[in-house]
């Protein structure tokens, strides 16, 4: 079995490989305040009653591989590996690790790990050219070439931190759940903030990766988008653009580069 564990800065989200197959996933909050005892306990508490699974840390994994966009976190992630996974090969993405993805980017080192395990996936899964939209506490789009390079991406704010400044910042507004109202014209405060997100976001997803496959191939219409994260499917029904869903990307992409890494020892 192989753990994978891909920390975002919201959310962490965990998948359990039997070969090609995820069996089992689990999405927790990530806390950077977390000390390495604390997540072993967690992730002990998550996956010590998987059928999979023996009783003990550990027991059942064979591999482990992460990413993380919280530095502190990843700190503590390599403190769990060492200290309750020793005796399990374990692949940390940072700088160093093969994936397969050429970065041609000003500073490569500056892309977040989880875009680049993204685009390892999407090459191997629908190949080059594509734009991978990824809905998490920033929405991120980036594009791989044809040759299956990391050209670059877009940053947005996501939707969770654009409802939630709305409801701060609006004097007459409030939080509210982020939903698909009755109809685009909101008859009510809380359904026009519900089509002011929905449609907005889905309209956002349209421009920005119209305007990205017209510079990434000579005809737009090559360009696999690829949609994933956990609101994606909020916006998948509005978006004209989207012709993939594969919540799973991020995992399969580290599936990926752990079996890069370690067939390379």
Known sequence: MLLTIDVGNTQTVLGLFDGEDIVEHWRISTDPRRTADELAVLLQGLMGRHPLLGDELGEGIEGICICSTVPSVLHEMREVTRRYYGDVPAILVEPGVKTGVPILMDQPKE??????????????????????????????????????????????????????????????????????????????????????????????????????????????????????????????????????????LTLIGLRLVYERNIARG
């Not at 991120?140 to 400044?165: L, W």
């Not at 997803?205 to 609101?231: H, K, N, Q, S």
């Not at 998948?236 to 993939?244: F, K, N, P, Y």
Request: aromatic share 6%.
């Open 111 to 248: 892309v977040g790990t989880d875009r680049i395990i993204n685009a390892v996936a999407a090459v191997e899964l629908y190949g080059g050219p594509c734009v991978v939209v990824d809905f998490g506490t920033a929405t991120t789009f980036d594009a791989v070439s044809a040759r299956g390079e990391y050209v670059g991406g877009v940053i947005s704010p996501g939707i969770e931190i654009s409802t939630e400044a709305l409801g701060v910042r609006g004097a007459q507004l409030r939080k509210i759940e982020i939903a698909r109202p009755r109809s685009v014209i909101g008859k009510n405060t809380v359904e026009a903030m519900q089509s002011g997100i929905l449609y907005g976001f889905a309209g956002q997803v349209d421009g920005v990766v119209g305007r990205m496959a017209r510079e990434l191939a000579d005809d737009p219409d090559d360009v696999t988008v690829i949609a994933t994260g956990g609101l994606a499917p909020l916006v998948l029904g509005e978006a004209s653009v989207i012709d993939e869903h594969e919540p799973w």
